[in-house]
């Protein structure tokens, strides 16, 4: 690999956290759905399981977020430890990252933790979300933790 492919890659890695930190962002500012939807690809798919569910395309991820903001009046997601991993193509790639969310559902202060595994493709020189696909861990009261409630 040449001094100019080793730089696109450390760009391209750099260019998909920015995304994954813009997603968390947008869901931080009332799960805006038309900044989430713009993350992905026009099929792209959302899915997290659990109570979060599977949505395929782009107007069904917005109008899922639609929705989720009006059971979840505030939220704040950490996204941390993310790896990416561009493919040899340089037109897709793989991250793994985890989350720890705090947010209120209802009257309850919640927190959860997953794990996303997603997959990226890069179109028109701009990457976009392909599959966002997160594992849950726990969904808890803050009041319980997940020791007592692992899952509300």
């Known amino acids: 690999m040449d001094i100019e492919q080793r730089i696109q890659r450390l760009e391209d890695i750099q ?17 805006n759905p038309d900044g989430i939807a713009s993350c992905f ?6 899915v997290v399981d659990g109570e979060g569910g599977s949505n395929n395309g782009r107007e069904e991820i917005r109008e899922h977020f639609r929705q989720l903001s009006k059971h979840i009046s505030w939220a704040i997601h950490i996204v941390t430890n993310t790896r990416v991993d561009v493919h040899e193509d340089g037109k897709s790639a793989t991250s793994h990252s985890y989350l720890l969310c705090f947010c209120t559902i209802g009257e309850d202060a919640v927190v959860l933790t997953l794990n996303y595994t997603n997959q990226f493709v890069k179109q028109d020189g701009k ?12 969904v808890s009261n803050l009041d319980q933790g997940w020791v007592k409630q692992q899952f509300r």
């Open 15 to 31: 260019d998909i956290e920015k995304l994954t930190f813009q997603y968390a962002a947008y869901c931080d500012d009332n799960y």
């Open 41 to 46: 690809t026009e099929d792209g798919v959302w």
């Open 127 to 138: 990457w976009f979300f392909k599959e966002l696909r997160g594992s849950t861990h726990q």
